[in-house]
Each structure stands twice: as C-alpha cells, then as structure tokens.
C-alpha cells in the first residue's frame, strides 16, 4: 500500500527489478527526474544534491546504466544497477567504480521533503 501514490505517476513497466536493462532503468530515472523538477539525490539519507541547480546525464553503452550528477559543491558517478518505485520517490541501487559492495541513492520528489524523509 505504501507505493500506491507514487505508483500512479509512473507506468508500470518502469518499476525496475534487478532483471531490468539498464535502458529501462535509465528511463524510469529520466522519468522521475523530468517529472519532478525539484526532487533531491540523497545518500544515507544525506542530501547530496539538489536538482534545481544540479545537473545529470544517464548513459547506457556497454550494456550498463551510468548516471552522472553534479553541481558547483561537487560531481558523483555511478553504475546504476536497479530502480526501485517506493512511495517517497525511487532507491536506485548503485556501485562506485573500484568498488564491489553495492549501495543506495534515493531520488526524492521534492528537495524540501528530504528532511522529513525516512530510510
């Protein structure tokens, strides 16, 4: 019940799985982004961006979803390995370069709401 209201603004095919191509990952992220204009990139519940004065760019060669982000604090880059819909927004699942261990970024709809955000 809790992905209900964010599972509207969003066609169903673009719920990833960790099946999903990076493609298809890339265009529910291309989705969420265009769709929410304010939303924020959090990392352990950090705010690491603001994506009303950040940029980003999605990439899919070799058979892999890169996304990059960045604005005048800093620059991140990512191999997005899965999306996933949750009711505040998408948790990607996500490995640096040179690292094994996957992690999370949560893309959230709106930059003021990342402080009421829960894990």
Known sequence: MGRRPFIQFFNHSMIQSPQSS????AAAI???LQTHTAAA???????????????????????????????????????VLSAEARSTGLRLS?????????STLDLVSKAGAASAYDS
């Open 22 to 25: 990076p493609e298809q990952t």
């Open 30 to 32: 291309t989705e969420f």
């Open 41 to 79: 990139i959090l990392e352990h519940g950090t705010v690491l961006f603001d994506m009303r004065s950040a940029q980003w760019s999605l990439n899919t060669d070799h058979n892999r979803c890169t996304l990059h982000l960045w604005s005048e604090e800093r620059n991140l880059t990512r191999r």
């Open 94 to 102: 996500v490995q640096r370069f040179g690292q094994p261990k996957p």
